[in-house]
């Protein structure tokens, strides 16, 4: 308890405003993808997959580009104004994003709430790095990503519980981010450098375009960045793919079941419709398992070379996410999230532990930042991944109409997506499940396990010959 004493308030305050964003943002973000492509009568857009990749790949891509030049305003203007600023931001785009229908209007809307977890993200972890010592800095990054798990944990937990009432999801987000401007009173604004106070945005904004060119100085780390573009790519199914693949093709009647027999309260809330779980529901247990487990894994992979843990997560995260996507049966769906998660617990963080034992003593805050044109490169491949190509192999709407076009039926305009699925049921002389089975055995959606595996597999065995050919192991 000691060490906890060692933390002035500033460090806590911080941490308890990073659980509330992460609660706020993955309580919208895990439904996202089932908003954007979902039935209408179930409060969705039914915008199609290639759409829905495009948003959620750019989008994202950008947040997670835009924080090296937001960082910079950071320094520049203070960073509890630029707090502020990120959760007005933050607040008006969950409050206006329901208005929003049009496939322009929500990426807009998606591009400005992402300038919001942009201006948000460099600040938090600036304040946690400012705020510990060397003697305090590993628990004290340990408490950080233990709040960043446990919002991401709970965020889709209460959002969904208004799912029915889709405007409601971003409302509630909106309401959670309010609580921070209460917090923010009792932020206190560390120190800053200030020569970085003193000097121009736009000059700032030239030195770092001219660092990050200095990256094609170091073709090999340059190298690295690709491989784990890669990863990223994979990884990023779980929120752009997942949510929908189960949706629309996995049977949760079996666990749906259980819960009604044993906690009631779980089926009543989380449940879209009598006899199935909501899919988010399902794919958040990936947050719950690292919870449990991210210590006990961390302390079997701490001995382990990075680039080795590396290989070896990359490997079984690509293994457990294609395997999310090779059947109907949820149990079997549960297994392969966990299976992912080990992976991801195994090698995710080791990312940033490699480049800071690579990068040399002069650069090491250059290269760091550097960590993430991985996540924005592989935003955008997984944008593309979830988006043209689940649409050509594994959509369900885009199957059904094949299938209505092969068997020449006459289906009314106008109707929803479950509405048309139910008629086209109805014509064939088969229940909804029925039909979703014969679609599953004719068109074999499954096959998408196979992209996601090669492309994980690939940045596996890029990495695997990487750590052989380099002098760094």
Request: proline letters at 4%.
């Amino acid at each position: 308890m000691s060490v906890f004493s060692k933390f002035p308030r500033t460090f806590w305050v911080a941490n308890t405003i990073e659980l509330f964003e992460r609660w706020a943002w993955y309580g919208f973000f895990m439904l996202f993808a089932n908003y954007l492509t979902g039935s209408s009568d179930m409060g969705g857009l039914e915008f199609s997959q290639s759409q829905k990749g495009l948003i959620m790949g750019i989008g994202t891509g950008i947040l997670y580009f835009l924080p090296v030049l937001t960082g910079a305003i950071a320094d520049r203007y203070g960073y509890k104004k630029i707090l502020a600023l990120a959760f007005v931001i933050y607040a008006t785009a969950f409050a206006f994003f329901p208005q929003a229908s049009s496939f322009t209007a929500v990426f807009v809307m998606y591009i400005y709430l992402a300038l919001g977890a942009a201006l948000f993200k460099p600040i938090i972890s600036a304040t946690i790095a400012k705020t510990t010592r060397p003697e305090t800095s590993s628990i004290g990054f340990g408490i950080f990503y233990m709040m960043v798990n446990i919002g991401a944990f709970f965020g889709p937990l209460v959002t969904l519980l208004f799912k029915s009432q889709s405007h409601l999801i971003f409302y509630v987000s909106c309401g959670i981010i309010l609580l921070n401007f209460i917090l923010l009173l009792f932020y206190r604004e560390p120190e800053r450098d200030e020569a970085k106070k003193e000097e121009s945005l736009l000059r700032t904004f030239g030195g770092i375009f001219r660092n990050m060119a200095s990256i094609f100085k170091d073709p090999g780390f340059l190298v690295f960045l690709l491989i784990v573009a890669g990863f990223w790519a994979m990884y990023y199914q779980l929120f752009f793919t997942l949510p929908v693949f189960i949706s629309q093709w996995v049977d949760t009647g079996v666990l749906y079941h259980f819960f009604d027999v044993n906690l009631p309260f779980v089926s009543a809330s989380y449940s879209p419709a009598p006899g199935v779980l909501d899919a988010e529901f399902i794919t958040n247990t990936d947050a719950l398992f690292i919870i449990i487990f991210q210590i006990a894994v961390s302390a079997l992979v701490m001995r382990l070379k990075p680039l080795r843990s590396m290989v070896a997560g990359f490997l079984v995260c690509s293994v457990g996410m294609s395997l999310t996507l090779a059947s109907q049966n949820v149990l079997f769906t549960v297994a392969a999230i966990f299976i992912f998660s080990l992976g991801e617990m195994a090698g995710s963080p080791k990312v940033t532990e490699y480049i800071g034992l690579i990068a040399p003593k002069d650069k090491k805050a250059l290269y760091m930042g550097y960590s993430f044109i991985p996540v924005f490169v592989g935003n955008f491949l997984a944008g593309f991944i979830s988006g043209n190509v689940y649409q050509a192999m594994s959509d369900k709407v885009a199957i059904t109409e094949k299938f209505i076009a092969e068997k020449g039926l006459l289906i009314g305009d106008g109707l929803s997506t479950n509405v048309r699925f139910e008629e086209v049921a109805r014509q064939v002389s088969l229940s909804p499940q029925e039909l979703t089975n014969l679609l599953w055995d004719t068109y074999h959606p499954s096959g998408m396990w196979v992209v996601i595996l090669s492309v994980g597999f690939a940045a596996s065995l890029c990495l695997f010959i990487y750590d052989r050919a380099s002098k760094s192991r």
